[in-house]
């Protein structure tokens, strides 16, 4: 079975643009989570999809977004970037319907460099 | 609010040594799911084991073994005889298990391991 698919590996913006991360789950998951991580604050959730809803968001600002379709696939945008976005983007699937405690499978991240 | 700490940011041992990583959670929820993730260097969070809060048996898997105590809110894993291949940052997380939480996980700070030849 292939794993969770994360598109690009690496991006590199500059200030004020945007950007577009995709994450294509293990066949069968249909609950996609997303997560940011850097050198100062750590693991950070940003937001659950479940069946193209959104199920729960992370203390985020609104520039942040996602949005999963029918195939269970997702993207997340980061509208007007600032250099604190640097960080590693991780996406993670999951099997699990309602309810927590199954294991997340995550991709090898989208490592996004603001300059 | 959920919190989990990992409180040894760095340990550094040689091969065949046993090594521990703690870890230390707080929760107000009765119901609740513990994880152990290790990320090496490419960078993907690789789910190694998941305890719920109902069972507190201890759990070994060849050289890995974890020790949950519910009397003193901690869930460390221990690795025994390392190996160089250990080597890897080890993520302690947590998350509710019951409603419409879905799958939010609050991770730990992460503790590096070097395991030097």
């Known amino acids: 079975k292939a794993g969770v698919t994360q598109t690009p590996r690496y991006l590199i913006k500059t200030r004020g643009q945007q950007v577009t991360l995709s994450c294509s789950p293990i066949?069968?998951?249909?609950?996609v989570s997303w997560y940011q991580q850097t050198p100062g604050q750590g693991l950070q959730f940003l937001f659950e999809y479940f069946s193209e809803t959104q199920r729960n968001k992370g203390n985020f600002p609104g520039r942040f977004s996602g949005r999963q379709f029918s195939n269970s696939r997702s993207e997340m945008n980061v509208s007007t970037l600032e250099l604190g976005d640097s960080a590693l983007y991780l996406c993670?699937?999951?099997?699990?319907?309602?309810?927590?405690?199954?294991?997340?499978?995550f991709g090898n991240g989208t490592r996004l460099t603001v300059t | 609010a959920q919190k989990v700490t990992q409180a040894q940011t760095e340990i550094s041992v040689v091969e065949k040594e046993d090594v521990t990583l703690d870890c230390v959670y707080e929760?107000?929820?009765?119901?609740?799911?513990l994880f152990w993730y290790k990320q090496p260097p490419s960078g993907e969070l690789v789910f190694l084991i998941r305890r719920n809060s109902f069972d507190e048996q201890n759990e070994i898997s060849g050289r890995y073994s974890w020790n949950f105590q519910k009397s003193t809110s901690s869930f460390n894993f221990t690795i025994t005889a390392s190996q160089v291949v250990d080597s890897a940052v080890y993520f302690c997380?947590?998350?509710?298990?019951?409603?419409?939480?879905?799958?939010?996980?609050?991770f730990g700070g992460g503790t590096r391991v070097l395991v030097k030849p």
């Open positions: 997380a947590l998350s509710e298990a019951l409603g419409a939480a879905g799958n939010k996980l609050t």
């Open positions: 993670a699937s999951s099997s699990a319907g309602t309810g927590g405690g199954s294991p997340l499978h």
């Open positions: 929760t107000r929820d009765t119901t609740y799911y």
């Open positions: 066949s069968g998951h249909r609950s």
